[in-house]
């Protein structure tokens, strides 16, 4: 019984590190594969890269490993200022979602992006990335060392 106690507590940290792993704070403060922006969904990675009026997406593995893009689509809901519009996205090359729009890029933008046939929906702030959470700092002691 002491051994079982022990391997679900080691297997509970194990699996409490992997969830803040992959917070928006997280993923914001890593370098992306395309300098965009990543977010998480159950199954995928996706990385919103905004140029211009165009709206690509990056469909990939939580190893940031290019995945098939084919059979899926998207619309991104494209907020700025008062402003909202929406680009539908389709499938171009093996992991990508392309479409273009009629949209203002703003530092206050933000999008949403909905994904279909497995229903996904992520939020993003392209222009604003968040800031990871601080490390603790050494105790007074430790950094005399």
């Known amino acids: 019984m002491k051994l079982f106690k022990t391997t679900l507590l080691a297997a509970s940290l194990l699996f409490a590190g992997y969830a803040v ?3 928006d704070e997280f ?3 890593q370098k992306s594969p395309h300098d965009g922006q990543i ?10 890269v905004i140029k211009d009026k165009d709206i690509t ?3 990939m593995n939580h190893a940031n490993e290019a995945q098939p893009s084919a059979g899926m689509t998207a619309t991104a809901t494209v907020l700025s200022g008062e402003t ?10 093996e992991n990508l979602l392309k479409g273009t ?3 203002k890029t703003s530092e ?15 939020r993003y702030t392209p222009l604003q990335k968040t800031e990871a959470p601080a490390t603790a700092t050494p ?3 430790e950094a005399k060392q």
Do not use: C
Not at 39 to 48: A, V
Not at 84 to 93: D, F, G, R, W
Not at 108 to 122: C, E, G, H, I, R
């Open 84 to 93: 909202k519009t929406e680009v539908k996205l389709e499938p171009a090359e």
């Open 101 to 103: 729009g009629d949209f």
């Open 27 to 29: 993923l914001d403060s």
């Open 21 to 23: 792993a992959h917070t």
């Open 108 to 122: 206050d933008m933000k999008v949403v992006l909905s994904v279909t046939p497995a229903p996904m929906t992520v």
């Open 39 to 48: 977010r998480m969904t159950d199954t995928h990675h996706l990385e919103l």
């Open 139 to 141: 105790a007074k002691d």
């Open 57 to 59: 997406v990056y469909v």
